[in-house]
């Protein structure tokens, strides 16, 4: 099954977000396969937004990034990262429908809340970035027969 990575930001993680979006995962029938909540250093952060680091907003970007704690998470199911995307909305949540997480809770691009995988082989390398040798669990959960046909 195809996984993805999922991360709420610092302003996710201050503003008392974090159940809400993880709720939102677990009923849409995703497997939670790791999580750790963390305060990344910089040059992590800069690894993992790598092809981001001409842009005008990157050193904002970095600086909001460190501000505090996040929430990593490994997050699995079928389409797992275009799905991913979708439940999280526009990178600018003001384009962000009702309904997805940033046009449901944030307002500037800036502070969007929420991290996800832009595709299949960022998600490998950013479930590499974050979680490295730890355990990406493997499990079976007695609902899938209720999730997928
Ligand atoms: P996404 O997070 O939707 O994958 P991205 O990878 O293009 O979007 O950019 C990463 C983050 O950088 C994004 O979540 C918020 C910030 N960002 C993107 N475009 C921006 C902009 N024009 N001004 C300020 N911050 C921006
Ligand atoms: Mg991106």
Not at 32 to 51: C, F, I, N, T, W
Not at 89 to 105: C, E, F
Not at 136 to 144: A, E, I, M, N
């Amino acid at each position: 099954m195809e996984q993805t990575y999922i991360m709420i930001k610092p302003d996710g993680v201050q503003r008392g977000l974090v159940g809400e979006i993880i709720s939102r995962f677990e009923r849409r029938g995703f497997k939670l396969a790791a999580m750790k909540l963390v305060s990344p250093g910089q040059a992590h952060l800069e690894e993992h937004y790598a092809d981001l680091k001409e842009k005008s907003f990157f050193p904002g970007l970095i600086k909001y990034m460190t501000s505090g704690p996040v929430c990593a998470m490994v997050w699995e199911g079928k389409d797992a990262v275009k799905t991913g995307r979708v439940m999280l909305g526009a990178t600018n949540p003001l384009a962000s429908s009702p309904g997805t997480i940033r046009g449901d809770y944030a307002i500037d691009v800036g502070r969007n809340i929420c991290h996800g995988s832009d595709s299949v082989e960022s998600a490998k390398k950013e479930i590499a970035l974050w979680f490295g040798q730890e355990s990406v669990l493997q499990y079976t959960k007695s609902v899938d027969a209720w999730v997928y046909e």
